[in-house]
């Protein structure tokens, strides 16, 4: 778990929270009154409830989006038994002793714990094979539009056939929310090109490994040049929490 929770009050604005997620570099903030968590607010839930919806993050609070739906679990259990909550709850964890918050499970949590215990598992039912894409000459509201309509967290960019980069919701907080980047600026120059990608094909042991020594959360995965499919964090969590 990650011990040193990053907390925000229920009446924050949300470019604030925006800033803090950019700031610490995470994906989530655990909303509290007092010291008592009340939810969970995530890029996806600013990126949808806010700028999808065209809200003004400077006029909208914390509480307005924010995900109620708290799934807590305790320190002493297992890595295995985490998974199979975060796929059953599809939520972050609150890692509770007693009424106290102690530290908070996210996918990428568990991604570093299955490469900590080195367990070869097979990953070819849970990973992504249809991988959204467009070119770079995309304007950045167009892919706000398509991330948010279905529903995912990344899309790929690419250029004549071949991967050109990335983009993903911490890229659209970071790069175009927090700095007030116009979106009608062009995905290809905002994208982070270094990408870092697999041979497909690859288990869950060697995926992780891959993930968590670059701090990545999404691994596309190739045949020859070509994207045939992304491994995510949370693919790996449900092929991790389903082995027999």
């Known amino acids: 778990m990650t011990k040193k929770v990053q907390t925000i009050s229920s009446r924050a604005r949300v470019r604030q ?10 994906g989530s903030l655990v909303v509290v ?3 008592k968590p009340r939810g969970v607010v995530t890029e996806r839930d600013i990126i949808d409830r806010v700028l999808a919806a065209r809200k003004d993050p400077e006029a909208t609070t914390v509480a307005d989006i924010m995900s109620t739906n708290l799934v807590e679990i305790r320190p002493d259990a297992s890595l295995k038994e985490a998974a199979e909550t975060m796929l059953h709850k599809k939520n972050r964890l609150l890692v509770m002793e007693g009424d106290e918050l102690v530290g908070i499970v996210t996918a990428t949590d568990i991604v ?5 215990e080195g367990t070869s598992f097979d990953i070819s039912k849970t990973v992504t094979k249809r991988v959204l894409t467009v070119n770079p000459e995309t304007r950045v509201d167009e892919v706000l539009r398509l991330m948010s309509g279905r529903r995912v967290g990344s899309i790929m960019v690419s250029q004549n056939g071949r991967p050109y980069g990335i983009f993903t ?20 120059d905002l994208a982070t090109k270094k990408l870092i990608t697999a041979k497909a094909g690859l288990d869950g042991k060697e995926a992780a490994r891959i993930m968590a020594t670059n701090g990545i959360k999404r691994l596309p995965l190739l045949e020859g040049e070509n994207v045939v499919g992304i491994v995510t964090a949370r693919d790996l969590v449900e092929a991790f929490a389903t082995l027999g």
């Not at 929270?17 to 995470?26: F, L, P």
């Not at 570093?112 to 900590?116: L, M």
């Not at 890229?171 to 979106?183: A, G, I, S």
């Open 17 to 26: 929270a925006a800033e803090t997620m950019a700031g610490k570099n995470i």
């Open 33 to 35: 009154e007092g010291s």
């Open 112 to 116: 570093k714990g299955i490469h900590k």
């Open 169 to 188: 919701e911490r890229d659209f907080v970071r790069k175009v929310l927090v700095p007030r980047t116009e979106q009608s600026k062009k995905v290809g």
